[in-house]
């Protein structure tokens, strides 16, 4: 599929051939690439496909709270990974939502960094502009949700900070909510047992011991993200969890 000659890449890094397509606002060029990887990847969080082409086709609301990022990573423009992020404006908060590299990608370094460390760091710059834009100096952190005890302990070499909660990913958004067609399904699913973490912002690291910066990465998720209520009984624990 050729790239739109209206949509340019968001970066270009020769030493390992790499270029990353933001496939958002209009960019559909690769989303089909995009969500090969995803499906590859991430098959157990599959419903979340059609709302990956929605955010490509859908022209961008600068006045929105959620500022998304869909990065396609290719590599002598073979698709090797990808990267789904956003900046919360109101919190002024990263989310890392979407990070897989194809396996045998994930040797390929760059000034001494494996490529996944590479990216991230990529995508956290990219967070600093999204700051910049609202008037912010940088973003708290990029806070991420991690299914996986090999992956947390990765992340962590990578700045990554475990926080000591107690904490269930939520298995919709409102955007899943409003697609009729899976609805029932959601209804369904149960809560899923994650750690809680979040990306120290290079230059510009966060007190992992501040309840006012807790709060921040939990109604980040919790209320902006997955919408819930005050009187949801995950936002009443992990209120409560920061008070003990």
């Given at each position: 599929?050729?790239?739109?000659?209206?949509?340019k890449?968001?970066?270009?890094?020769l030493?390992?051939?790499?270029?990353?397509?933001?496939l958002?606002g209009?960019?559909v060029s690769?989303i089909?690439?995009y969500i090969?990887?995803?499906?590859?990847?991430?098959?157990?969080?599959?419903?979340?496909?059609?709302?990956?082409?929605?955010?490509?086709?859908t022209?961008?609301?600068?006045?929105a709270n959620?500022?998304?990022?869909?990065?396609?990573l290719?590599?002598?423009?073979?698709?090797?990974?990808?990267?789904?992020?956003?900046?919360?404006?109101?919190?002024?908060?990263?989310?890392l939502?979407?990070?897989?590299i194809?396996?045998?990608?994930?040797?390929?370094?760059?000034?001494?960094?494996?490529?996944?460390?590479?990216?991230?760091?990529?995508a956290m710059?990219?967070l600093?502009?999204?700051a910049q834009?609202?008037?912010r100096?940088?973003p708290?952190c990029?806070?991420?949700e991690?299914?996986?005890?090999?992956?947390v302990?990765?992340?962590?070499?990578?700045g990554?900070?475990?926080l000591?909660?107690?904490?269930?990913?939520?298995?919709?958004?409102?955007?899943?909510?409003?697609?009729s067609?899976?609805?029932?399904?959601?209804?369904?699913m149960d809560?899923?047992?994650?750690?809680?973490?979040?990306?120290q912002?290079?230059g510009?690291?966060?007190?992992?011991?501040d309840p006012?910066?807790?709060?921040s990465?939990?109604?980040?998720l919790?209320?902006?993200?997955?919408?819930?209520?005050d009187?949801?009984?995950?936002v009443?624990?992990?209120?409560?969890?920061?008070l003990?």
């Amino acid at each position: 599929m050729g790239l739109s000659s209206k949509i340019k890449p968001v970066r270009r890094v020769l030493g390992i051939h790499l270029v990353v397509h933001d496939l958002i606002g209009g960019n559909v060029s690769y989303i089909d690439d995009y969500i090969r990887i995803y499906h590859e990847l991430f098959p157990q969080y599959s419903r979340y496909v059609p709302i990956m082409r929605q955010r490509a086709e859908t022209p961008t609301d600068r006045s929105a709270n959620e500022t998304w990022h869909q990065w396609l990573l290719m590599i002598r423009d073979e698709p090797v990974g990808i990267v789904g992020f956003l900046y919360n404006s109101k919190r002024n908060t990263g989310v890392l939502l979407d990070f897989a590299i194809r396996p045998h990608a994930r040797r390929i370094c760059h000034k001494g960094k494996r490529l996944a460390h590479f990216c991230l760091n990529l995508a956290m710059q990219q967070l600093i502009l999204d700051a910049q834009e609202r008037g912010r100096t940088a973003p708290l952190c990029m806070i991420a949700e991690v299914e996986y005890d090999h992956l947390v302990w990765r992340y962590v070499e990578y700045g990554f900070v475990v926080l000591p909660f107690e904490y269930f990913e939520p298995p919709t958004t409102p955007e899943l909510r409003e697609a009729s067609y899976v609805t029932e399904n959601l209804d369904k699913m149960d809560y899923e047992r994650m750690y809680l973490g979040a990306f120290q912002i290079p230059g510009h690291p966060f007190n992992p011991e501040d309840p006012g910066v807790l709060k921040s990465i939990l109604f980040t998720l919790l209320k902006d993200h997955y919408h819930l209520p005050d009187e949801h009984w995950l936002v009443r624990k992990m209120l409560q969890d920061i008070l003990e």
